[in-house]
Structure formats: C-alpha cells, structure tokens
C-alpha cells in the first residue's frame, strides 16, 4: 500500500469499530477486506508519477535569452546536431526542440549515451551567444521511486517516537543509500492503530527504469539494534513529476 492507503484504511477499520464496538477485531478486519478488497498484485512493476516526461529527451537548464537565441533557429540546430552524431555513426538522432519554462529540451529518437550527450552539449555551447558559463550540463529527465522500510518500531528505546529525521541520519551514515537523493522527507505511522511497529515510507529520485530502486528492494540494514528491511510500493499520486522541472 502506498502511504495515502493506508491511512484510508485505518480511518476505514476505525469506523467500523465505532459502528460495531463489540465485534472481535477479527470480525472488524474480516468486513474490512470484504468491503475493500486487497487489488491483484499479479506481476507488479514499480510505478512513477513520471506520465509526460521520456527518456528520449535532454533537458538545457539555460537563460532566457540563450534560450531565445536556440529557438530562433531550431531547425538549424536540429540539422547540425544530427550531422554531428551522423558523423560518429551514431544511430540516435534528434527530432526537435521545446521550449519549457525554465529550459528547452531536445526530443529524440532513442535514449541517450553518454557520449551522444557529451555531442549535443558542445554543440549548444559553440553557439554564438552561448559561451560556456551560459550552458549549464545537460540533464536526463528524472521520476520518482516509491519505497517503505518495516522491521522498526515506532517508540524507540528512549521512549521517543520514530521521526523522518531518525530515518535520514541513519541512511546518511549507511552505504546502501550512497548517492541517493531523497525527494521528500520520509514519512513515519504506526502499522496498525495497535501496532508497536512503524512503516516508513520514503521516495527517491530515479531514472525511469528503476535502477537505483532495484538496488534498494529487499535489502536489509542495521538501524540501531534491529533489522529493518526495505520493500517497494505503490506510488504516490499529486507530486512533482520531474526533479529537473520542479527544482
């Protein structure tokens, strides 16, 4: 469950209780799964809020007037930069340029290699008008992960309730999480209204095929004396679809 669904569950488990205050939780949770029934989890994929965006797409973080100067002549700068990855026999090729509200984009046929890249970022910067400090490093678009960690209690042994700031200090002092970049601060409930454990949702950046996800799932780390474990979930609706876009 994503975190939105199971606070809908809970207040829904609640209600319950209020109307049949003598029933078993037993009974509760059975009319629970009756009126709302778990979804088929049949080959789950992991989701992203990223709809819009591809990875068939560079991002020029630049100025407004640099950003004049590219439209001006789109399809010139289409032209040269196809001649020059025709050049390097390169089977990608760009297909137009956007103007976004911060920065254009440059669409293209296929994702992108490194050296494509390295391509199309020197080309933009030889432009007249564009000198080097103008253009900033070309980006990939960039969408979310959605992940849990269980296994934690909620009161920790100083009587204290878990918090998202106890989550990031830990994972800055833990190499599973190095070079991942939280899109939000972690979120801490209880996993059931009498539950003593907690389930702590965070979300990353990532690219569009879960790679730094993948790398997550699964996996287990110490956080003081217990064992939390890290799983996928579902995603979060209503957020920033792209860091490059949002930031």
Known sequence: ????????????????????PALPNKKILKIHNAAFPKPDNKGYRI????????RKQV?????????????EEANTHIFQINMLLKNIK???????????????????????STSNLNIIERYLKSI???SNNKVLTLQLSQSKSYLKITSIP???????????????????????????????KPRVIKASPKSDMAI?????????????????????FNFG???????????????????????
């Open 47 to 54: 989701q992203h809020t990223m709809k819009g965006l591809s």
């Open 59 to 71: 991002i020029v973080p630049i100025s407004d007037k640099i950003k004049d100067i590219i439209m």
């Open 1 to 20: 469950m994503s975190y939105a669904q199971a606070t809908n569950a809970m207040a829904s488990i609640l209600k319950i209780k209020e109307v049949f």
């Open 90 to 112: 390169s089977t990608m090729r760009a297909e137009f340029i956007c103007l976004c509200p911060r920065e254009v984009s440059i669409n293209t046929n296929s994702v992108l």
């Open 154 to 184: 909620y009161i920790q042994p100083n009587s204290n309730k878990l918090t998202g700031d106890d989550i990031t200090t830990a994972m800055k002092h833990l190499e599973l999480f190095k070079g991942m970049n939280l899109a939000a």
């Open 200 to 220: 702590i949702w965070f979300d990353i950046w990532d690219s569009q095929n879960s790679s730094k996800a993948k790398l997550l799932i699964n996996h287990s």
């Open 128 to 130: 007249n008008g564009a």
């Open 225 to 247: 004396r217990y064992i939390a474990i890290i799983r996928a979930t579902n995603m979060n609706l209503g957020v920033p679809q792209c860091h490059n876009c949002w930031k």
